[in-house]
Nanobody, 131 residues
Framework: QVHLVESGGGSVQAGGALKLSCEAS????????MAWFRQAPGKEREGVAS???????TYATSVQGRFTVSQDSVKRTLYLQMSDLKPDDTAMYYC?????????????????????????YGQGTQVTVSP
């Protein structure tokens, strides 16, 4: 079993920055797909960014150029550096890990089709951006 603990959420004004972290209790495999999702009130969960053991990084169009995903294998931690935050970024942010695939699947489709790829999810951390 792998436990994920998220941190770093908070409240900022538009244009501000936050860095989210997601620490895993262990890495059971050298292959992985790690991703960030978010869910705003009344909306479906959506993919934000992904990084995999093939070093491929992807971003949702809405965050491209503003968010940076990275991971530190020594610290077993996934990060999401968010800058130039906008009120539309307000959401609960979740990390997700899969340790069975070398590459990430497409994570920007409807979440009902994406969620089965990930075996582990963080508890979520709230990000609130005020105008």
């Amino acid at each position: 079993q792998v436990h994920l603990v998220e941190s770093g959420g908070g409240s900022v004004q538009a244009g501000g920055a936050l860095k989210l972290s997601c620490e895993a209790s262990r890495y059971p495999s050298n292959v992985y797909c790690m991703a960030w999702f978010r869910q705003a009130p009344g909306k479906e969960r959506e993919g934000v960014a992904s990084i995999d053991s093939g070093a491929k990084i992807t971003y949702a169009t809405s965050v491209q150029g503003r968010f940076t995903v990275s991971q530190d294998s020594v610290k077993r931690t996934l990060y999401l550096q968010m800058s130039d935050l906008k009120p539309d970024d307000t959401a609960m942010y979740y990390c997700a890990y899969d340790f069975t695939n070398f590459r990430c699947p497409p994570i920007y489709n409807d979440f009902v089709h994406v969620r089965r790829y990930f075996g582990y999810y963080g508890q979520g951390t709230q990000v609130t951006v005020s105008p």
